[in-house]
């Protein structure tokens, strides 16, 4: 699955698939539910490391614990039959499903996407979610990867 092609036709999922649309969408409330509490109890225009560590308590809190929730989940990646030996870290790998990429910037731009659909690609990861807690009001993008079709959606 090459990048380009992952990435070429980025659709809305509920144009092609509103049953599962609504599914990943009741899947990652909770979630979701999570982050925007971080942002609205410690604000914008912090550093990305204090939303992670709150947002880490807070999963806790909302009883998303041990496997259920790895902060700084690291990976490797496989070519050619051999692990490549560095290691790619994702913020957070919430049920053994999602993806949880934090930032801390001005505006989400092309950078930040990549990084989290190279995840998902790289680990056939089908859920991601991207959150930008800096802004007044915070920003989220929530990505599902059909690796069959080769097509990344958002939903």
Known sequence: MTFENLIRNIQKLSDTDPVLTEKLRK???DI???CQEVHRDMGPYLNEYIYQEALDITLEEHGFTGENKRREFYFTVDYHGK???HPH???FFINQKVFVECKAIESLGSEQRQQLWNYMRLTKTRIGILYNFAPFRDQCERYYLDPEKQVMYMF
Do not use: N, P
Request: positive net charge.
């Open 27 to 29: 899947y990652v409330y």
């Open 32 to 34: 979701l539910g999570c």
């Open 83 to 85: 692990q490549i030996k």
């Open 89 to 91: 870290k994702v913020d």
